[in-house]
């Protein structure tokens, strides 16, 4: 099992910044990585960023070069998002997957409006 707990939504205005945190525990082993889907309203589930455990980074077109992925040696993971638009408003959640099994933290709501 392994647990996912995030952190860091809230509202923001259009232009401005947040940064996401979540903590990964249990049983991580390796290759493994961990990431960050979004959700808005009304539609579905989309990936938004990734990082391997060797820190290899990957980012949908939609949030490439405005929001950063990072993570720590306690394998906890940031989503640094800067420049944001309305159009990021989201429930953003966690994502841990390995060879055999894959994890969701319960969720974090950016609201991105004047």
């Known amino acids: 099992q392994v647990q996912l707990v995030e952190s860091g939504g809230g509202f923001v205005q259009p232009g401005g910044s947040l940064r996401l945190s979540c903590a990964a525990s249990?049983?991580?082993?390796?290759?493994?990585?961990l990431g960050w889907y979004r959700q808005a309203p009304g539609k579905q589930r989309e990936f938004a960023a990734f990082?391997?455990?060797?820190?290899?980074a990957h980012y949908a077109d939609s949030v490439k070069a405005r929001f950063t992925i990072s993570r720590d040696s306690r394998n906890t993971v940031y989503l640094q998002m800067d420049s944001l638009k309305p159009d990021d408003t989201a429930v953003y959640f966690c994502?841990?997957?390995?060879?055999?099994?894959?994890?969701w933290g319960q969720g974090t709501l950016v609201t991105v409006s004047e």
């Open positions: 994502h841990y997957v390995d060879a055999h099994f894959e994890y």
């Open positions: 249990g049983t991580i082993v390796s290759p493994h990585s």
């Open positions: 990082i391997s455990n060797h820190g290899t």
